[in-house]
Each structure stands twice: as structure tokens, then as C-alpha cells.
């Protein structure tokens, strides 16, 4: 993990001070906290910490630290929210929930622990939360949007210690902060998340509810990294940034169907209780389930992807569909396993597609793809057919040392490389031809060496340029 730039910007202090003023909050009287002598509310900080290593220990992740992000001290995360003084509360809002975390080794991966199991936070009956959330987002400056009768929600909400913090730098990115944060559900359907600056939602090992987005506007990038989440509903939503739940562990489903992201989405390490949808969506960058653990059905249906689809040491629980997806770049399920299929039928990749050492326990289906480089399956575990019926590779088809019980198919592919069975084990015990090239185009080899095949090889009509046995 990289050193953290906890030395910010501090050029011009007199500057950002008036910078920090036209973004924080005016601590002026209101008639639900009392006044000090000298009219103005008396505030504490929050005394609330992360330390990204000690989770990392404990939660078994893998979270790093941007170099550019002067809001960590090392390692360190310290919330710089206020508290009203005279509340007797030790921490703001967001980390009411949140035991202390201090320097004590022991007790401090226990304290992170009983955190992340807290419930979400309570807000008076006639405050959306929701709406908090989305005026702190966007930076505004005042309760006027808020619904209902705010008169018990404290001051301090809105407020970042400038005296802890460096820069107006520093403090737009802690207005979008909730790293650790206990919160409920976040419904923003519709909603527009676009303040005046780039800077990250931030809601990194935060305890979530029933994430609601769908059709919202998004002017930055999200980060769930780490978080606890019950559902990710971010159907149709208009993102112009990156999406990550890298490390999350979500206990329903996570949906971006029809979303369109000019960045990545990314759930690399995730563990996901549903299934993950992305049927339909615009993806810029490209969608990386890199050691993910989804228990429901993985859908890229008809999904338009600018970069790859990685895919990699995945434990899948169920099915794969790329059916009809246009992939600009790479489709890769490396020593992945699938307990049910994976499909690419009429998928156009542009890049490889590789299954190196997967473990798939139905079948494989690439009929009718048009796909721009190789296919691998070297070493690949199928448990059922693989199938490359009508399909157009730009490149070589291996099957190299793979293990198949079911068929292989190629009946009309067009192959402009080599077909590589060799060292292959292949057994269908219910069909005679077990191998099939009838009808195919293969412009170069077609490599059948130390092949064990029970069963036929079906060549009819096939237009190889050389073809070796032996």
C-alpha cells in the first residue's frame, strides 16, 4: 500500500480561509440549542477513527488509500464533523452508533468489528434522511430543502471542522465523507448528485440499507469499498464517474440495469448474496468481478462495455450471460467457477475471451459470436458441451489439456486461426459424433495430437489448411 501525502496544500493560507468560509456553515443562534455568552453554539469535533490497516485485518480486505487524498494521516482516518458541545455526545450524526476507536491494538479490530454490525442511525421522525445525505452531497449550505419539521436535527450536521483541515481542498472532500458511517436507506430516485467540484462519495466501510439510485444523475465517483450494504438498485441511473464495491459485502441484489457510466464498475473481492444485473447498461471503462463471491446470477444481457469484462478467480454460484453484449475489450473468466454456464451467444467481443483453468459444471456457449481475437479454454474443467456454432474468431480456438464431458461443437464457425484440441479429454456418453467441425472454416490448423476423444470426430465438409493427428 502506497504512503499517504498527509501535507496538503496550505499555499495562501489567508485565501482559503475566505474560500472555507463561503463552505462551511454559519454557526448562528437557533432556538433549539442553547447559546453561549457569546451568542454562537459551542461545538466539539467527533471523535471518531478508521484505521484502514486494522480493517483490513480484521475484515479480510484489501483497501487502499488514494496518495492524492489529503484527508487520511497515514493511515488514519479521523471524522472532523462537529458535535454541539453540550450534547454530551462524543461523535457526530453519521458515528453516533460507532463505538471509539482508539490506538489500543486488541481493542481496536474489536471496537471496528462491533461497528460494522451496528444499526443504522436515527433521525427525528419528520427528517428524510435521504434528503441530509443529498444537500451534504451537493454542498448546500442551509435546511431549506429538508422535508418536514427540522427543529430537533442538531446544527452541527452540516458542519466540517476548518480548523482541522488545511485547504477548501480538503474540506469539499470531507462534505462528501462518510467513511465508517452507520447509515440507514439512502433513496435519491431521480435525485441529482452534482456539487461544484470532482471530488468522491466516500462511503467506505460504511453500514448501508436498501441503496435506492435509480434514474438518479451522478456528477462523481462512488465508492462503497468495504461497506456493508443490504441492496445497490442503481437501475437507470446517469453516472460520470466510477463505481466501486470492491471488497463490499451486499446481502441482496446489486442492479445497474439500462445505467449508463462513463467510468468502471468494479466488485472485485466482493461478497454478494444475489445476483449482480447489468442488462442493458453503457459501461465507459470496463466491469471487473475479479475474485468475487456472487451467489445469484451474474446478466450483462445486450450490455455495451468499452473496456473489458474481468471475471477472474470469481466463485459463481450460478450462471454467466454475456448474450448480445458488444465488448470493446477483453471477456475473461480465469480460473473462475461457475456452477451453472456460461453464455456469450451472439456476444461481439473485440478482444480475447479466455476461460484458462475454469471450472464450469453445465456448458459453455459462444454460437453465433463474433469475437476478435483467440478463445481460450486451455485446462478448462466443462461439465457439459462447449459450443462454438456459427461463430466468427479472429484468431485461434484452444482447447488445449481441457476436460469436457459433453460435446464440442464447431459446425459452421469460421475460424481465421488454428483449432486446438491437442491433449484434450473429451467423453459424451450420449452422442456418437462427440467432435464436431462439419461445415467449418478454419484457415489455418486444426490439431488434434494425444487428443482423447470417446467418440467420433465429425468432419463433413470442413475447410481446414492443415490438420495434424499425431
Given at each position: 500500500?502506497?504512503?499517504?501525502?498527509?501535507?496538503?496544500?496550505?499555499?495562501?493560507?489567508?485565501?482559503?480561509?475566505?474560500?472555507?468560509?463561503?463552505?462551511?456553515?454559519?454557526?448562528?443562534?437557533?432556538?433549539?440549542?442553547?447559546?453561549?455568552?457569546?451568542?454562537?453554539?459551542?461545538?466539539?469535533?467527533?471523535?471518531?477513527?478508521?484505521?484502514?490497516?486494522?480493517w483490513?485485518?480484521?475484515?479480510?480486505?484489501?483497501?487502499?488509500?488514494?496518495?492524492?487524498?489529503?484527508?487520511?494521516d497515514?493511515?488514519?482516518?479521523?471524522?472532523?464533523?462537529?458535535?454541539?458541545?453540550?450534547?454530551?455526545?462524543?461523535?457526530?450524526?453519521?458515528?453516533?452508533?460507532?463505538?471509539?476507536?482508539?490506538?489500543?491494538?486488541?481493542?481496536?479490530?474489536?471496537?471496528?468489528?462491533?461497528?460494522?454490525?451496528?444499526?443504522?442511525?436515527?433521525?427525528?421522525?419528520?427528517?428524510?434522511?435521504?434528503?441530509?445525505?443529498?444537500?451534504?452531497?451537493?454542498?448546500?449550505?442551509?435546511s431549506?430543502?429538508?422535508?418536514?419539521?427540522t427543529?430537533?436535527?442538531?446544527?452541527?450536521?452540516?458542519?466540517?471542522?476548518?480548523?482541522?483541515?488545511?485547504?477548501?481542498?480538503?474540506?469539499?472532500?470531507?462534505?462528501?465523507?462518510?467513511?465508517?458511517?452507520?447509515?440507514g436507506?439512502?433513496?435519491?430516485?431521480y435525485?441529482?448528485?452534482?456539487?461544484?467540484?470532482?471530488?468522491?462519495?466516500?462511503?467506505?466501510?460504511?453500514?448501508?440499507?436498501?441503496?435506492?439510485w435509480?434514474?438518479?444523475?451522478?456528477?462523481?465517483?462512488?465508492?462503497?469499498?468495504?461497506?456493508r450494504?443490504d441492496?445497490?438498485?442503481?437501475?437507470?441511473?446517469?453516472?460520470?464517474?466510477?463505481?466501486?464495491?470492491?471488497?463490499?459485502?451486499?446481502?441482496?441484489?446489486?442492479?445497474?440495469?439500462?445505467?449508463?457510466?462513463?467510468g468502471?464498475?468494479?466488485?472485485?473481492?466482493?461478497?454478494?448474496?444475489?445476483?449482480?444485473?447489468?442488462?442493458?447498461?453503457?459501461?465507459?471503462?470496463?466491469?471487473?468481478?475479479?475474485?468475487?463471491n456472487?451467489?445469484?446470477?451474474?446478466?450483462?444481457?445486450?450490455?455495451?462495455?468499452?473496456?473489458?469484462?474481468?471475471?477472474?478467480?470469481?466463485?459463481?454460484?450460478?450462471?454467466?450471460?454475456?448474450?448480445?453484449?458488444?465488448?470493446?475489450?477483453?471477456?475473461?473468466?480465469?480460473?473462475?467457477?461457475?456452477?451453472?454456464?456460461?453464455?456469450?451467444?451472439?456476444?461481439?467481443?473485440?478482444?480475447?475471451?479466455?476461460?484458462?483453468?475454469?471450472?464450469?459444471?453445465e456448458?459453455?456457449?459462444?454460437?453465433?459470436?463474433?469475437?476478435?481475437?483467440?478463445?481460450?479454454?486451455?485446462?478448462?474443467?466443462?461439465n457439459g458441451?462447449?459450443?462454438?456454432?456459427?461463430?466468427?474468431?479472429?484468431?485461434?480456438?484452444?482447447?488445449?489439456?481441457?476436460?469436457?464431458?459433453?460435446?464440442?461443437?464447431?459446425?459452421?464457425?469460421?475460424?481465421d486461426?488454428?483449432?486446438?484440441?491437442?491433449?484434450?479429454?473429451?467423453?459424451?456418453?450420449f452422442?456418437?459424433?462427440?467432435?464436431?467441425?462439419?461445415?467449418?472454416?478454419?484457415?489455418?490448423?486444426?490439431?488434434?495430437?494425444?487428443?482423447?476423444?470417446?467418440?467420433?470426430?465429425?468432419?463433413?465438409?470442413v475447410?481446414?489448411?492443415?490438420?495434424?493427428?499425431?
Open positions: 500500500m502506497g504512503g499517504i501525502n498527509s501535507n496538503t496544500n496550505t499555499e495562501s493560507a489567508s485565501n482559503e480561509q475566505l474560500d472555507l468560509k463561503s463552505e462551511k456553515k454559519n454557526n448562528t443562534t437557533r432556538s433549539r440549542n442553547r447559546p453561549g455568552s457569546d451568542g454562537k453554539i459551542a461545538l466539539t469535533t467527533c471523535g471518531f477513527s478508521l484505521n484502514i490497516e486494522d483490513n485485518d480484521v475484515h479480510d480486505t484489501d483497501i487502499e488509500i488514494r496518495d492524492d487524498d489529503p484527508t487520511w497515514g493511515s488514519t482516518w479521523n471524522c472532523h464533523r462537529k458535535v454541539v458541545a453540550e450534547s454530551g455526545r462524543e461523535h457526530c450524526i453519521f458515528h453516533q452508533n460507532a463505538p471509539e476507536v482508539d490506538g489500543i491494538e486488541g481493542k481496536q479490530k474489536a471496537r471496528i468489528a462491533e461497528h460494522v454490525s451496528e444499526d443504522a442511525i436515527e433521525f427525528p421522525a419528520d427528517v428524510d434522511p435521504s434528503q441530509v445525505f443529498l444537500d451534504l452531497v451537493n454542498g448546500k449550505s442551509d431549506d430543502g429538508w422535508t418536514g419539521n427543529q430537533e436535527l442538531p446544527d452541527e450536521i452540516w458542519q466540517v471542522d476548518e480548523e482541522k483541515t488545511n485547504s477548501a481542498d480538503e474540506y469539499k472532500r470531507r462534505r462528501k465523507q462518510f467513511i465508517g458511517s452507520v447509515l436507506d439512502i433513496d435519491l430516485t435525485e441529482s448528485l452534482n456539487a461544484d467540484d470532482m471530488y468522491p462519495i466516500d462511503l467506505r466501510c460504511a453500514r448501508l440499507g436498501r441503496i435506492n435509480e434514474n438518479a444523475r451522478v456528477s462523481h465517483d462512488l465508492s462503497m469499498q468495504g461497506s450494504v441492496t445497490a438498485s442503481l437501475t437507470d441511473m446517469d453516472m460520470s464517474g466510477d463505481v466501486s464495491l470492491n471488497n463490499a459485502d451486499v446481502s441482496g441484489d446489486v442492479s445497474l440495469n439500462n445505467a449508463d457510466v462513463d468502471d464498475i468494479s466488485l472485485n473481492n466482493a461478497d454478494v448474496d444475489g445476483g449482480i444485473s447489468l442488462n442493458n447498461a453503457n459501461v465507459d471503462g470496463g466491469i471487473s468481478l475479479n475474485n468475487a456472487v451467489d445469484g446470477d451474474v446478466w450483462l444481457l445486450k450490455t455495451n462495455v468499452d473496456g473489458d469484462v474481468s471475471v477472474k478467480y470469481a466463485g459463481l454460484d450460478r450462471l454467466v450471460s454475456l448474450n448480445n453484449a458488444d465488448v470493446s475489450g477483453d471477456v475473461s473468466l480465469k480460473d473462475a467457477d461457475v456452477e451453472k454456464y456460461v453464455s456469450l451467444k451472439d456476444a461481439d467481443v473485440d478482444g480475447t475471451v479466455s476461460l484458462m483453468r475454469a471450472n464450469v459444471d456448458y459453455v456457449s459462444l454460437n453465433n459470436a463474433d469475437l476478435g481475437r483467440y478463445v481460450s479454454l486451455l485446462r478448462a474443467n466443462i458441451r462447449v459450443s462454438l456454432m456459427r461463430a466468427n474468431v479472429n484468431g485461434t480456438v484452444s482447447l488445449e489439456r481441457a476436460d469436457v464431458d459433453g460435446t464440442v461443437s464447431l459446425e459452421r464457425a469460421d475460424v486461426g488454428t483449432v486446438s484440441l491437442e491433449r484434450a479429454d473429451v467423453y459424451e456418453n452422442s456418437r459424433e462427440t467432435v464436431s467441425l462439419d461445415h467449418a472454416d478454419v484457415d489455418e490448423n486444426l490439431l488434434l495430437v494425444d487428443a482423447d476423444v470417446d467418440g467420433d470426430i465429425s468432419l463433413e465438409d475447410g481446414v489448411e492443415n490438420m495434424s493427428r499425431s
